[in-house]
């Protein structure tokens, strides 16, 4: 197992059964770090990031975490889509 770093985006892969740890700002870039088992196959994941007060279509998906970016507030949520 191993911790890797994945730029955030609408879809990522990512091993199956990543253990998504956190989510943050380095050097100006939204990004994703999670746990990883180096042998498993790639599956897809969505992220979603939702502005406080703004409308949140997140059924199916489990909440991440709550990152600042200057005076925005992104709430991050995410799922496993399907097999890569």
Known sequence: MRIYKYRAAD???????ARILKAGYQN???MIWALVD???????YSFRLIGTG???DVSGFTYLDTV????LVWHIFYK?????
């Open 11 to 17: 879809k990522v892969l990512m091993r199956r059964g």
């Open 68 to 71: 600042f970016e200057g005076a």
């Open 38 to 44: 180096e042998m498993a196959e790639y599956e897809q």
């Open 54 to 56: 703004h409308e949140a």
């Open 80 to 84: 496993r889509v399907l097999k890569a």
């Open 28 to 30: 100006g870039e939204l």
